[in-house]
């Protein structure tokens, strides 16, 4: 008769790529879930990684070429005009409606791009209206994204003029008690001394 050992079952953790594999899916099991979940909360990277702005930044740009040389060349071009707009220091707000403008200038140059090919081309009225529509449409949406980053900008500062106004003269008002509790301070101080003599 064999002897029966005892083998200790290691379980090795998944690797996070293998985490990843493991859930990204419709049904994952609950033990992968709650391990990538703990990952995450410990190390928040792949959140980062996987913003949802960056996301639809490399989606747009994957749409309109499938060139992986000019997939990297838009996408640093659009990291470029989100850090000249101050994107690292604004507001979720502010960082939500710069990926806004970032995308529809996106959209709006490409559609200038196809919109000019076109009319190069021989082509019918109904296809040059179409392609006049489409870019007047992108315009339109480019320019409301830069006008809704424009008032939250300006509402903004607004709000911090005030904030540091208030500030001021709460400050200011703080000094103006304390400058009169030291002349009360004062003024009892000498009163009693006044009164023995």
């Not at 996301?55 to 640093?76: D, F, H, P, Q």
């Not at 209206?129 to 903004?156: G, I």
Request: charged share 30%.
């Amino acid at each position: 008769m064999a002897k029966k050992t005892d083998l200790k079952t290691t379980t090795k953790q998944p690797s996070i790529s293998e985490l990843v594999k493991l859930t990204d899916k419709e049904n994952p099991a609950p033990e992968h879930l709650k391990a990538i979940r703990q990952h995450m909360d410990e190390n928040n990277e792949l959140v980062k990684l996987n913003e949802i702005g960056e996301r639809a930044i490399k989606g747009v740009i994957s749409n309109y070429t499938a060139s992986a040389l000019m997939k990297e060349v838009y996408v640093r071009q659009m990291h470029e005009k989100r850090a000249e707009m101050g994107y690292d220091s604004a507001n979720t707000m502010e960082q939500m409606l710069i990926n806004q403008v970032v995308l529809c200038h996106l959209r709006m140059s490409m559609v200038e791009m196809y919109q000019a090919e076109k009319v190069k081309a021989s082509h019918t009225i109904e296809t040059g209206m179409y392609w006049d529509r489409l870019l007047t449409t992108y315009q339109r949406r480019f320019q409301r994204a830069c006008e809704s980053l424009a008032k939250v900008k300006k509402l903004l500062a607004e709000s911090n003029y005030h904030d540091q106004r208030a500030r001021k003269a709460r400050s200011s008002s703080t000094k103006n008690s304390l400058s009169i509790l030291k002349m009360m301070t004062k003024k009892a101080d000498r009163n009693p001394m006044e009164s023995e003599n």
